[in-house]
């Protein structure tokens, strides 16, 4: 049986985690061995600490997600690196930078300031890191050149970037993380970027509960029911988490809500 590694996942997310047990469960089963859990903001680092000490399969990331960077506590930074410290198999993440719809809620300034803070800190700690961009790889490579390069590598998760950006980032140790978004781009980009990547470097990933592939057989994914205990805004937060330039109509499947 093929062993895989779920690069980039969120099953401490309010919208599965009373599920989350018969997802690892299930996954194990079919050969998912590995799942880097992200956490996006002090909130729930906890319980990503909590998952990755009941299953060994886990893989913890802790870090502020540039949506909840205007939710930061003054403590928040030392807060990170006390759960990083206390947890050494744990990654930074999921860091980044966001000027997409739900991004532009957000100051783009403080965005850069925090992500640049825990992306020295991942170097420092000698950690990978998980970084989330939305029409900002620009900005990003920048960032990256000032502090990098990064031995401990970094991932761009679900990389809808460009086919002439990849050997920049490739220097600078970042790996290439896929995800059902990928599926949305145009077929010629979406070819000429995956062939620009080392083989090496591919890395693939659910973002669950977000990033459904589209897919013409349904048969082929595993849905789970809602939780009707969950606010309908988190419930219904895939909508907004869509990469800026897929439409919602084309970068969810049918039955993303559930």
């Known amino acids: 049986m093929m062993k895989l590694f779920d690069a980039h996942c969120h ?13 690892i469960k299930t996954a ?65 993440g999921e860091i980044g930078l966001d000027k997409g719809f739900q991004g532009r809620k957000t100051d783009f300034i403080d965005q850069v300031e925090i992500f640049r803070q825990q992306l020295e800190l991942a170097k420092e700690l000698k950690r990978p890191a998980s970084i989330h961009c939305v029409c900002a790889f620009g900005d990003l490579l920048q960032i990256m050149k000032t502090i990098g390069p990064f031995p401990a590598g970094v991932i761009l998760h679900s990389y809808l ?19 059902g978004f990928l ?8 070819k000429k970027m995956l062939k620009a990547v080392p083989s090496e470097r591919i890395l693939l990933e659910t973002d669950a509960p ?20 969950v606010p309908e805004e988190l ?11 897929v439409s919602p109509s084309e970068g969810l499947s049918p039955g993303a809500s559930d």
């Open 11 to 23: 099953l401490q997310d309010p919208r599965i985690f009373k599920v989350a047990p018969e997802l």
């Open 28 to 92: 194990l089963e079919i050969g998912v061995v590995h799942f880097a859990v992200n956490g996006i903001s002090e909130k729930d680092w906890h319980l990503v600490k909590e998952m990755s000490d009941d299953y060994p399969s886990i893989v913890p990331c802790f870090g502020l997600h540039p949506w909840f960077v205007g939710e930061r506590t003054d403590n928040w930074l030392n807060s990170l690196k006390d759960f990083l410290r206390a947890t050494p198999s744990a990654a930074v």
């Open 161 to 179: 970037g460009s086919a002439e950006m990849v050997p920049e980032f490739t220097k600078l140790g970042a790996y290439f993380s896929f995800s």
């Open 183 to 190: 599926m949305s781009m145009k077929e010629n980009k979406a």
């Open 210 to 229: 977000d990033a459904l592939p589209k897919v013409h057989n349904s048969d082929t994914l595993f849905f789970i029911d809602t939780d009707l205990s």
């Open 235 to 245: 419930r219904v937060r895939g909508e907004n988490s869509t990469p800026s330039d």
